[in-house]
Structure formats: structure tokens, C-alpha cells
T-cell receptor, first 116, second 109 residues
Framework: NAGVTQTPKFRVLKTGQSMTLLCAQDMNHEYMYWYRQDPGMGLRLIHYSVGEGTTAKGEVPDGYNVSRLKKQNFLLGLESAAPSQTSVYFC???????????????FGQGTRLTVV | EDQVTQSPEALRLQEGESSSLNCSYTVSGLRGLFWYRQDPGKGPEFLFT???AGEEKEKERLKATLTKKESFLHITAPKPEDSATYLCAAHRGAYKYIFGTGTRLKVLA
């Protein structure tokens, strides 16, 4: 019962390098999210997707791009990494809910990214 | 502006010493209040969902309650394994969760 799986778990990048973080979920959830978590700032939404082929900007989208070509996968790309992008990144997924009510999000184990 | 504030930031308890964590929210059109547990180096793990003022949910030593302005996570007779960071999040629709910064709980044996 995998749930939400993120790869890689750790990565060190040099300033200006690019990379892609992969998120896969096996719960058939419509919604998927990418968050970053920094000390004292809580979880902040980078981008999200409400279905295959759709993406939207969240709270802190600058410097990141995403794609959702398949329902179960959500990719987060950093085109030119900067030290300010040093953080822990979490992918999450959720059902759409019914009657306008939200449902709980399920999180991956996180990717710890350091940009030097 | 939608906001979720958790207090205290950190809490140290002796084993068996009950206490409560607070989550205050100002969110227009609340569509759910969620509690999560996060262990070091791990992702948040879902605990409870509350939808209506007056609603309560329980799981082992934890009980979550909800009013129109805040939610409490009550911990009864905690054990060292309850040590973690507890996060709350308000859902205001439009796929948006607003997270608090968490309460770091340490339970001493």
C-alpha cells in the first residue's frame, strides 16, 4: 500500500542546475499538490493540479514548473536552482470531496533539497 | 486574510501529563479542519477531519474538537511515542489548504 511516493529523497544541486522531482500516487486521487516546508513558515503551496493535463499556480510558484501528463504522476521542475530553493518538498494528493467539503490530503515522505 | 495560527510553538510534557494544543483560524467559508502528525524527516500523517462546530473526533490518546474560531487537540496521558510536530490545516475550498506552523511536542519519560 504505497500511497504517495516521492523520488529522490535527498539531492544537492549547484546554483543554476536543473532537476525534476517525481511524485506518484496509487489512490486514484484527482488532486495533487507540491508544497515546500521551511522552518517557521509552515507548508506553502507551490503548484497544484485538479486533474490529468491541468496545473495551476499556488502561493509560491516562481522558479518552478510542473506537469501532470498522467493522473497518477505529478512532476516538479526547477529550471535554474537558486539557494533560496533549499527546502524540504512534499507532494500530496486528495479526493475532490463531495458537497463542497474538503477531504484530507495524503503526503509523501518528502525530498530534502540543498542548493549550494 | 485567511490565517491559521497554532499555539504553543513548542510544548514539553511529562509522561502522563495531559494538555491541549490550540489551532485558531480566520478562514472564510471553512470546508474542513484537519489535524496531522509529522515525525522528523517524514511527511505529515493524517489524524482527523472536523467539519462542524461542536464536532469531536477521538483516536487513542488524542481528541480533536472544533468551534467557530478554533480547534483543540487534546492529549490525554501522553507517552514518549506521542512526541512529534502536530499541524492543523483549514480547507477553504478551491483546493486550498491553509497550514499552521505546527506545535512541536516532546513527551518525557
Amino acid at each position: 500500500n504505497a500511497g504517495v511516493t516521492q523520488t529522490p529523497k535527498f539531492r544537492v544541486l549547484k546554483t543554476g542546475q536543473s532537476m525534476t522531482l517525481l511524485c506518484a500516487q496509487d489512490m486514484n486521487h484527482e488532486y495533487m499538490y507540491w508544497y515546500r516546508q521551511d522552518p517557521g513558515m509552515g507548508l506553502r503551496l507551490i503548484h497544484y493540479s485538479v486533474g490529468e493535463g491541468t496545473t495551476a499556480k499556488g502561493e509560491v510558484p516562481d522558479g518552478y514548473n510542473v506537469s501532470r501528463l498522467k493522473k497518477q504522476n505529478f512532476l516538479l521542475g526547477l529550471e535554474s536552482a537558486a539557494p533560496s530553493q533549499t527546502s524540504v518538498y512534499f507532494c500530496a494528493s486528495s479526493y475532490s470531496g463531495t458537497g463542497g467539503l474538503g477531504t484530507e490530503a495524503f503526503f509523501g515522505q518528502g525530498t530534502r533539497l540543498t542548493v549550494v | 486574510e485567511d490565517q491559521v495560527t497554532q499555539s504553543p510553538e513548542a510544548l514539553r510534557l511529562q509522561e502522563g501529563e495531559s494538555s491541549s494544543l490550540n489551532c485558531s483560524y480566520t478562514v472564510s467559508g471553512l470546508r474542513g479542519l484537519f489535524w496531522y502528525r509529522q515525525d522528523p524527516g517524514k511527511g505529515p500523517e493524517f489524524l482527523f477531519t472536523l467539519y462542524s462546530a461542536g464536532e469531536e473526533k477521538e483516536k487513542e490518546r488524542l481528541k480533536a474538537t472544533l468551534t467557530k474560531k478554533e480547534s483543540f487537540l487534546h492529549i490525554t496521558a501522553p507517552k514518549p511515542e506521542d512526541s512529534a510536530t502536530y499541524l492543523c490545516a483549514a480547507h477553504r475550498g478551491a483546493y486550498k489548504y491553509i497550514f499552521g506552523t505546527g506545535t512541536r511536542l516532546k513527551v518525557l519519560a
